[in-house]
């Protein structure tokens, strides 16, 4: 699965484990319509480890901790269930150590899809993956969403309570009190000495759904990591939009050839076809290129890709538009690069990314478009470098980065 993809659960009763090169801590917290937990009592962890339809496994370090759902005794008003992981190492984070769930069959073990963040950096936790209710039906969804702070700041966003050690004294006058369990309690503390619980910040490049950016006020201009949701007024845009893309050369005088592509993807991001200069439409014309520029020079587009979202096959969950120099010029000879995204019956600019750093490599992963479980497109603005002077080289490190 790739993030933000969903699939719908063949079965009443799933496990999800989250595996990782070190061990982890996994939870599991039922949430309500507004996001939240009903009480402390919905949060299932290691210290509390089953619930109302949910239980926690421990894996014990040589397997990996799991929660099972049994969609079957969710309680009413229960519309979400999200899974959770933070490294068992205190303030250890994320980066290079991306863990991977496993959703499966509760009652055979058997595989139903697998997910792998990103790659991640400052996360000390993560909402891996969510079983969610919608029309009915119950499904999973990739998530991958990042947390700075810890499983308590999932915990207390989640809105359950987190027990914070109390402050050593200055000057003890008796034996000091047996260490504090720095991990969390769901045993409320007295309301007349709790602080009020804060939300956390939002770490950077975490693509946090309350400050994801839409389009009800015009034109959106990315930094690097932001993620855009392309709708309006609610509404999702499922009608053709332009990718275009461009760059001058650093020094006057010089061409410089580079090649935009598009390479589309699953939700295993499996690799389904990639649109260049040597194929110019791929998924039955749902994604067609302008041809081949191969100078640079000249006002405005260099190469457009024109992609009609609500053509696309429901199997195409990914987009990720690339450039590459293939004579082997390297970006720190391409001035004013940049990719923005245009609704193709207007010409109006939607979303542009200009590519502000350079480094020494042939080829950027500009941006990627992902669909969500509700049918509606993001795109998030990437300016990663690879060493790679072709889309076919392209296709793994992509992946990847879904």
Not at 83 to 89: F, H, K, R
Request: net charge negative.
């Amino acid at each position: 699965m790739t993030p933000g993809s969903n699939i719908p659960l063949p079965v009443t009763r799933v496990t999800v484990d989250v595996a990782a090169p070190v061990r982890l801590d996994v939870s599991g917290l039922l949430l309500t319509a507004a996001g939240k937990v009903r009480s402390d009592d919905d949060f299932i962890f290691y210290n509390q480890p089953s619930g109302p339809g949910v239980t926690y496994r421990s894996g014990g370090g040589s397997a990996p901790d799991a929660i099972t759902v049994d969609t079957t005794a969710v309680p009413p008003g229960i519309e979400k269930i999200v899974v959770t992981a933070s490294p068992d190492s205190a303030g250890q984070t994320f980066q290079g150590i991306e863990p991977t769930a496993t959703l499966r069959n509760a009652d055979d073990g058997s595989a139903l899809a697998t997910f792998t963040p990103p790659a991640l950096g400052t996360e000390t936790a993560l909402v891996v993956v969510e079983i969610y209710l919608r029309n009915g039906a119950w499904k999973a969804r990739a998530v991958g969403q990042g947390y700075a702070n810890g499983l308590a700041g999932i915990a207390t966003d989640f809105g359950v309570t987190v027990e914070e050690p109390p402050p050593a004294p200055q000057q003890p006058t008796a034996p000091p009190a047996p260490p504090t369990d720095p991990r969390l309690s769901t045993t409320p503390p007295a309301p007349t000495t709790a602080p009020a619980p804060q939300a956390p910040p939002a770490p950077p490049g975490a693509p946090a759904a309350p400050g994801k950016i839409n389009l009800d006020k015009g034109r959106v201009s990315l930094q690097k990591n932001q993620t855009v949701s392309l709708v309006k007024a609610g509404r999702p845009l499922l009608s053709q939009v332009k990718m275009g893309l461009g760059w001058e050369p650093a020094f006057r005088g010089k061409d410089i050839d580079l090649d935009a592509s598009v390479i589309a993807y699953g939700p295993q991001r499996n690799h389904i076809d990639s649109c260049y200069f040597g194929k110019l439409s791929i998924v039955n014309g749902a994604i067609k290129h302008s041809g081949d520029n191969l100078t640079g020079e000249g006002g405005g587009d260099d190469e457009v890709i024109v992609v009609d979202l609500g053509r696309l096959p429901q199997d195409v969950t990914g987009l990720v538009f690339t450039v590459n120099s293939f004579s082997g010029q390297k970006f720190t000879e391409v001035a004013k690069a940049y990719c923005r995204l245009l609704d193709a019956a207007t010409g109006e600019e939607l979303v542009r990314f200009d590519l502000t750093n350079a480094e020494p490599q042939t080829g950027v992963m500009m941006a990627k478009l992902i669909r969500q479980f509700s049918g509606e497109w993001d795109m998030t603005a990437m300016g990663d470098f690879v060493k790679s002077r072709t889309v076919r080289g392209m296709v793994k490190p992509a992946a990847a980065a879904l």
